[in-house]
């Protein structure tokens, strides 16, 4: 296989590599000749998406952590290195939002966000990058984030600040590791169709795609592709930057514009004159 992205034999971690975005992610990984760890709290999911994976011909292990429990999480990549080798690259994937109007939003709901979208990264980030600093080795991050982090989150805006806080950690995390050659960089999806967050009937969805450019959800390979970019030697140059992978949505803000819809007609307000 042609090594174009640089990923054949180096060692990813992928925390929530069982389901989604991160099961495509491992399977990208692999397929480009990455070994790789999944990690997830449901050990069978792991261990389903390492057994793919190594049916792909590259070294594959399942771990189960809580990555909300930041002393294990820490144990885990210990435990990671000392099973599977020193690992070069992390795909940081995993997160949800809990629902709540801000009036009513509790502190614990607050927490509960930061920890399972925020901080847990920071934690599992630090530990790496002490890892390849004291192995003299440059390395490569990618959390993913939300385009909810990049517009407005209402009704669960403790997720979309906790997004937020990861597009600027990236940001200070890049700046204070690149004399280590660590690179860290974020992906930001927009609707992705995952077993979580599964498509609709097909009305609702042509309805609220209806202002999206790009008319249709991503899929979790359109996010994995953004993430193995970031990760390889594709992106040498770059680091602290988010990438929103959302089909058009943040570029469009659709007061002001106006779109053709499905069916004819058009939404948005008309352009001056129109
Ligand atoms: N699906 C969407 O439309 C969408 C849109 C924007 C952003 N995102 C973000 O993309 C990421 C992936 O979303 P997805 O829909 O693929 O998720 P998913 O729920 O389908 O998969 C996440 C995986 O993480 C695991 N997990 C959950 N909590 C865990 C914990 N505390 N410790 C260890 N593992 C845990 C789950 O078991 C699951 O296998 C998340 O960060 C999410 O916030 C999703």
């Known amino acids: 296989m042609l090594d174009m992205f640089g990923m054949a034999g180096s060692r990813y971690l992928i925390l929530g590599g069982g389901q989604g975005m991160g099961e495509a992610t491992t399977r990208l990984i692999a397929s480009l000749g990455g070994n790789v760890a999944v990690v997830d709290l449901d050990l069978d999911r792991a261990n389903r998406v390492a057994a793919d994976a190594r049916a792909l011909g590259v070294c594959a292990h399942a771990f189960s952590v809580d990555v909300t429990d930041a002393e294990a999480l820490v144990a885990t990549i210990g435990e990671i290195e000392d099973t599977a080798g020193p690992i ?13 109007s801000l009036l009513d939003m509790t502190t614990d709901i607050w927490d509960l966000d930061h920890n399972r979208n925020l901080r847990y990264f920071f934690v599992a980030a630090q530990e790496l990058a002490r890892r390849l600093y004291q192995r003299n080795a440059p390395g490569s991050m990618v959390a993913v984030a939300s385009v909810d982090g990049i517009r407005s989150a209402p009704n669960h805006a403790s997720y979309g600040a906790a997004k937020a806080g990861l597009m600027n ?27 979580r967050v599964p498509l609709t009937d097909a009305d609702a969805e042509a309805r609220s795609m209806a202002l999206l450019p790009m008319r249709r959800r991503g899929f979790p390979d359109d996010i994995a592709k953004a993430v193995a970019y970031f990760l390889s030697d594709m992106s040498p140059y770059v680091t602290g930057q988010t990438l929103a992978v959302d089909g058009g949505y943040t570029a469009a803000g659709f007061l002001g514009r106006t779109l053709r819809v499905p069916g004819g007609g058009t939404l948005g307000m008309p352009k001056e004159g129109a």
């Open 88 to 100: 070069d690259g992390m795909a940081s994937i995993i997160g949800m939002a809990a629902w709540s």
């Open 169 to 195: 950690l990236v940001k200070s995390m890049a700046v204070e590791w690149a004399d280590g050659g660590i690179r860290v960089n974020c992906v930001a999806p927009g609707g992705i169709v995952t077993p």
